[in-house]
Structure formats: C-alpha cells, structure tokens
C-alpha cells in the first residue's frame, strides 16, 4: 500500500482523464489549470512513466494512462458502491431495501408486480440485484433473498412462495408446425440455459429423465441465463423449458405455448427468505409479496 500515490493525484488524474483537458478539469474541480497540471506531473513522477502524450493536441492518454485511468475509475466506482451500502445497512438512505433473485425471476416475475407494491408503499424503495449464482442469500447489504429449490436453508426466516412447475414451451408457430409434422420432444430442437452458476435448476436431461423420454442427442442453442433463451424461443428457435415463474406470463399472453401434457411437477418451490429482525421496509415488502401470490 505505501506504494500507492496519495489519493488526491489519483482522483485530480481520473477527471482529467475523462474531460480530456486539464482546463476542463480544473473548472470541474474549481482550481486553477496550473494546480490540475502541477498535479497530474506528480502523479507521474511518482510512478516513474508518461500518463500522457503532450506531443497531440489535446493531450492524449499514453498506453499506461489509460490503463491507470479504467483502474482508478474502477476502483472509484466500488468505493462510492461500499459507501452506499454502508449507507443502506445504517439506515441513512431513508426508506428503501434490497432483494436479490434470478435474473429470470426479476425480469418475468417480480418486475411486472412491483408497481402494486409502489402504489402501497409509494415511501420505500426497492433494489433488486441478480447475483451470478442462482441460490441468492441473504448478506451484508441483501435485505431479502427470493430463491428456488426445496427449502430448509438456515438463514434467516423462510417462507414459500409457490410450487414451481416446468413444461417445455415454444411460440405459437412452431409448436403448430412441429405437432403438424408429429414431431415429439425427442426430435425436437431445444433450448439449453447452462451455466457454472445454474447448478440448482434442472435442464433437459433431468426433464427427460423424469418423462422417461429418450434422445440419441440433446444439442441445441445453449445460453448462460433465461432471459436470453427465453427471447430465443419467443423467437421460434426451439423449445425451452418454461419454469412457472418465467413463462407463464408469455403463456397467458399467448407468445408461448405449452407443449401438451407436458408439465412436470419436480418437488421444487419458490421461497422468500428475510432477516428475523427485518427493517420496517423489508417487512412491509415480505407480508405483501406472501401476500401476493
């Protein structure tokens, strides 16, 4: 750490970097353009390199400025996110929480209802985030976890949701041609999310599996995340399997169609997982998505 420059350098450097020009820097950071550019030469003198070409005009980032520009610019962004979140879990950024699901879950499922939780709670503020994996949990700056599965985590007080169903789905016009030709769900194209995260969410294999259906392959389109497949599909590419939480919107609409008799029921469930002392917001937020489905 005692290499590092004084923190001053590094954020006069950040401004001029992305102004590109010491006078519109020193306007942003009211000073003088002398101090900006007295300052960036420090900088350089004590990393021992150029961070710009002074030879165009205007001045241009050298290879190793604009390297350090991106690193500090990085490293600037997740400080100011540590203080939000420093600021959320004290208190002091008023009425507000934060849930973390799926992206598939966030987008098809809990986006579209949370307006009814605003028109109850126009004060509180809610923040969703769609971590890699797909069994979110509850930590340092997550308020509430919404996450499939069986149930039985230690964490927190958990409460089910819903029974979570899958059928394998596929728009309209396909699904017409592919039973016109009597084409059955061992031939079919399909649609695969695969992913080193998604290890909780049974795929083709265990669908098939389960149904007792064989295949000599199951290739097909592979995405890392549902709402990639899920265009795909909607697209007339193949046939997913549409989990109740992601596709039954699209079904109700009639974008999608349910291959006949094809649901499946695995054992699995959606739970909502809360603090057992949740604040007054993320409280307010479990009793109405409980209350909700």
């Keep these: 750490m005692d290499r590092l420059p004084p923190l001053r350098l590094l954020t006069t450097f950040e401004v001029v970097a992305r102004h590109g020009s010491a ?6 950071l009211n000073v003088s353009a002398s101090a900006v550019s007295q300052t960036v030469k420090a900088l350089e003198d004590h990393i021992g390199t150029s961070l710009f070409d002074r030879g165009t005009r205007p001045a241009q980032l050298t290879e190793a400025g604009d390297l350090l520009a991106r690193a500090v610019r990085d490293g600037l962004g997740q400080i100011e996110a540590a203080l939000e979140d420093i600021r959320a879990l004290s208190g002091q950024d008023g009425a507000q929480l934060t849930v973390s699901c799926t992206l598939g879950m966030a987008t098809y499922w809990l986006m579209p209802r949370l307006p009814d939780f605003y028109a109850a709670h126009p004060d509180v503020t809610v923040n969703v985030q769609a971590p890699a994996t797909d069994l979110p949990h509850l930590s340092p700056g997550i308020d509430v976890a919404i996450r499939y599965g069986t149930g039985g985590w230690r964490e927190g007080t958990t409460m089910k949701l819903f029974d979570e169903r899958v059928c394998p789905v596929a728009a309209p016009q396909l ?30 294999e265990e669908y098939l599996r389960a149904r007792r259906i064989e295949r000599s392959r199951l290739s097909g389109q592979t995405f890392n995340n549902y709402v990639q497949a899920a265009q795909a599909v909607l697209d007339g590419r193949g046939v997913m399997l549409g989990w109740r939480s992601i596709a039954s919107g699209a079904v109700r609409e009639g974008a999608l169609c349910m291959w006949p008799d094809g649901e499946l029921d695995l054992g699995t469930s959606y739970y909502v997982t809360g603090s057992r002392r949740p604040s007054g917001p993320a409280l307010a937020f479990l009793e109405w998505i409980i209350g909700n489905e």
């Design 23 to 28: 006078q519109l820097a020193a306007s942003r």
């Design 175 to 204: 699904l017409e041609s592919l039973l016109g030709r009597g084409v059955e769900l061992d031939t079919a194209p399909l649609i695969h999310v695969r992913s080193p995260y998604n290890q909780h969410w049974a795929g083709w």
